[in-house]
T-cell receptor, first 112, second 114 residues
Framework: DAGVTQSPTHLIKTRGQQVTLRCSPK?????VSWYQQALGQGPQFIFQ???????QRGNFPDRFSGHQFPNYSSELNVNALLLGDSALYLC???????????FGDGTRLSIL | QQQVKQSPQSLIVQKGGISIINCAYE??????FPWYQQFPGKGPALLIA?????SEKKEGRFTISFNKSAKQFSLHIMDSQPGDSATYFC?????????????FGKGTKLSVIP
């Protein structure tokens, strides 16, 4: 039973560039949430996707956008990258947004 | 505004001892309180969770104690082992209002020494 998988594992970008991160949810899960975890901090909620719609959004600018596909996988897009966007980006899945959220191992994004 | 405050920031416990991590929340609408364990280079893994209708929940060596009136909850790790050395996060959400986001504390780095 595959858990939450994220790609790529690591990514290095420069300021101003755009990046796309990918997530496949745990088998049987249809809801995907994205979190940003800065070094030494707890994860912060970015947004959640269910039925291919953004259902809820945290306090992140419009530079952060997402998408969910019919197979429940999801993408996180970040435009106009800033140095402060350097973080571990975590994807979590759950069934219909309820119940325990299961996390992937994240994508480590470094901005130079 | 930090809605979930976690302490201590770091904790050193001898093998076999009890590790205690505390969290306090502000939003009285929170109704789901999970604890996550995170190892370096890995994502958070759900350990144990509690809802406000019970004051304590135990799973193996891990126990959550919940005090609704004080708006506090804590994680107790009994018989702590070196393999428990990790960062622990408390979190909270308000599932009743259809809010699905988890609000996390800042984490506690636990080191269990032999």
């Amino acid at each position: 039973d595959a858990g939450v998988t994220q790609s790529p594992t690591h990514l290095i970008k420069t300021r101003g560039q755009q990046v796309t991160l990918r997530c496949s949810p745990k088998s049987g899960h249809d809801t995907v949430s994205w979190y940003q975890q800065a070094l030494g901090q707890g994860p912060q909620f970015i947004f959640q996707y269910y039925e291919e719609e953004e259902r809820q959004r945290g306090n992140f600018p419009d530079r952060f956008s997402g998408h969910q596909f019919p197979n429940y996988s999801s993408e996180l897009n970040v435009n106009a990258l800033l140095l402060g966007d350097s973080a571990l980006y975590l994807c979590a899945s759950s069934p219909k947004g309820r119940g325990p959220q299961h996390f992937g191992d994240g994508t480590r994004l470094s901005i130079l | 505004q930090q809605q979930v405050k976690q302490s201590p920031q770091s904790l050193i416990v001898q093998k076999g001892g009890i590790s205690i991590i505390n969290c306090a929340y502000e939003n009285t609408a929170f109704d789901y309180f999970p604890w996550y364990q995170q190892f370096p280079g890995k994502g958070p893994a759900l350990l144990i969770a509690i809802r406000p209708d019970v004051s304590e929940k135990k799973e193996g060596r891990f126990t959550i104690s919940f005090n609704k009136s004080a708006k506090q909850f804590s994680l107790h790790i009994m018989d702590s082992q070196p393999g428990d050395s990790a960062t622990y996060f408390c979190a909270a959400s308000n599932s009743g209002a259809g809010s699905y986001q988890l609000t996390f504390g800042k984490g506690t780095k636990l080191s269990v020494i032999p």
